[in-house]
C-alpha cells in the first residue's frame, strides 16, 4: 500500500511525539500536534478528526504499512511507545513504496548535467545504487566512503526540520569527555558535514556564542515551542567555515597564515588536492614544495598536518610547529618506551 503525502505527517507526528518520553501524550494533545504540522507542511486550517487520528493509529498498530507499532495506552488516557526505542522510520520501506522512490530517482536523473543540480550527482548515484541494493538485491556498483556503524545518522532529518523551521531544541548530549549525559536548551542553526561525520552548529540558551556538537553524541532531543527560538543573526555560514578545515571553530577565532613543506613524493598530491581553498603555491623545486592556506589553528588542521607523518613540516607559524613538535614527541616516546 503506498502512503500519501498527508498520511504520512500524520504518522510521522504521531511517531515523533510518542517517541518523546518527556510529556504524556492524551489523544486531544496528538490531535493538536498533528493538526499544526498539517497547516505548518501543507497550509491545513480545517484541523483533523478525532476519528481520523484514531484510524492513524490503529493503521501503525497494524502490518499494513509494516510498521507493527507497539502503541499502548497507560491509565486509560495516555499514549506512548512500549519499546522505547522504536520509530517507524525504522521500518522497512514496503514494495510500491520503493517503486515511487524509483520513479523519483529517475525524475532527478533527468536533471543531471544543469549547472543548479550539480551538487546533486552524488546524491542520486546513491539514491539508485541504496534502491537497486534494497529491492533487487544486486552487486554494489560504486561505493562512497561510508561507515555502517556510525552514531547519530537517525538524527539528521528531524534536526534538518527543527532547523528549517526555527524550533528549539531539549538534548541529551554526551561529550567524549563526559561520564554522564547532560540536558540543555539549543537553538538549532546548522548542520554541516565534516570526514563523514555528521555535526550541528547551535547556540546554548544559557550561552552567547556558537558551539559544536557531534550527532553521534545526542543521546536524544525534544522539539519545544517555537515561541522560544532565538534566530541566528551573525555572519552568513558560508563565510563562518571559509577559513576553516573541519568544524572546530569559535566566532573569536581568526585565520593565521600557516607555511607548510611537502617533500617531492607528496607534492603531486597535494598540488591535485590542496588542503584548503586558500592554498597558494610559494616555491617549487627539487626539494618538494611549499604552500599557503589561510585557516584558522584547530585540531582538523593538526590532524590533517599529522596525517602526512614525516613528509611534511611546519614553517610558520611557531604556535602550530611546536604543538606539531610536541605530539610527535609524545608518539615517539609510546614506541621508545
Same mark, same amino acid.
Not at 523551521?165 to 549525559?181: C, D, G, H, V, W
Not at 547532560?182 to 546548522?190: A, G, R, T, V
Not at 616555491?283 to 614525516?310: A, H, M, S, T
Given at each position: ?24 501524550? =492524551? ?16 497550509? @491545513? =486550517? +480545517?484541523?483533523?478528526?478525532?476519528? =481520523? ?34 520509530? %517507524? ?62 552514531? /547519530? ?27 554522564? +549525559? ?35 553524541? %545526542?543521546?536524544?532531543?525534544? =522539539? ?17 567555515? $571559509?577559513?576553516?578545515? /573541519? ?11 600557516? %607555511?607548510?613543506?611537502? $617533500? ?28 599557503? @592556506? ?14 602526512? /607523518? ?28
Amino acid at each position: 500500500m503506498a502512503t500519501n503525502k498527508l498520511a504520512l505527517i500524520r504518522y510521522k507526528t504521531i511517531d515523533n511525539c510518542l517517541r518523546n518520553r518527556f510529556r504524556k501524550w =492524551t489523544l486531544e494533545d496528538l490531535i493538536e500536534k498533528v493538526a499544526d504540522s498539517l497547516y505548518e507542511y501543507e497550509g @491545513i =486550517t +480545517s484541523g483533523i478528526s478525532k476519528r =481520523t487520528i484514531q484510524g492513524d493509529i490503529q493503521m501503525m498498530r497494524s502490518d499494513r504499512l509494516g510498521y507493527n507499532a507497539p502503541i499502548i495506552v497507560i491509565d486509560r488516557k495516555f499514549y506512548t511507545y512500549e519499546d522505547d526505542q522504536y520509530s %517507524i522510520t525504522n521500518s522497512p520501506i514496503n514494495t510500491m513504496d520503493m517503486e515511487k522512490m524509483k520513479e523519483i530517482v529517475a525524475l532527478l536523473k533527468q536533471f543531471n548535467g544543469f549547472n543548479y543540480f550539480d551538487e546533486m550527482s552524488e546524491m542520486i548515484a546513491r539514491l539508485e545504487n541504496n534502491l537497486n541494493k534494497s529491492s533487487d538485491k544486486t552487486k554494489n556498483h560504486i561505493q562512497f566512503e561510508s561507515n555502517n556503524r556510525l552514531k /547519530g545518522i537517525e538524527h539528521l532529518t528531524p534536526l534538518y526540520q527543527a532547523i528549517l523551521n526555527q524550533t528549539p531544541l531539549l538534548i541529551e548530549y554526551r561529550s567524549f569527555r563526559a561520564k554522564e +549525559s547532560k540536558q540543555d536548551i539549543y537553538h538549532p542553526y546548522l548542520l554541516k558535514e565534516y570526514r563523514n561525520r555528521w555535526f550541528l552548529i547551535t547556540k546554548p540558551k544559557k550561552g552567547t556564542t556558537l558551539i559544536t556538537l557531534a550527532l553521534d553524541r %545526542i543521546e536524544a532531543f525534544y =522539539t519545544l515551542s517555537k515561541d522560544l527560538y532565538i534566530p541566528y543573526e551573525g555572519v552568513d555560514f558560508d563565510r563562518y567555515f $571559509d577559513d576553516t578545515i /573541519g568544524v572546530t571553530k569559535t566566532q573569536k577565532d581568526r585565520a593565521c597564515r600557516v %607555511i607548510l613543506q611537502f $617533500d617531492p613524493y607528496n607534492s603531486p598530491y597535494v598540488k591535485t588536492k590542496p588542503l584548503h581553498h586558500s592554498q597558494q603555491l610559494v616555491k617549487e623545486d627539487e626539494n618538494g614544495l611549499i604552500i599557503r @592556506i589561510d585557516v584558522v589553528l584547530n585540531f582538523e588542521l593538526e590532524r590533517e598536518i599529522l596525517g602526512f /607523518g614525516e613528509n611534511i613540516k611546519v614553517l610558520s607559524p611557531k604556535r602550530l610547529a611546536d604543538s606539531i613538535k610536541r605530539r610527535l614527541e609524545k608518539a615517539n616516546l609510546k614506541y621508545n618506551s
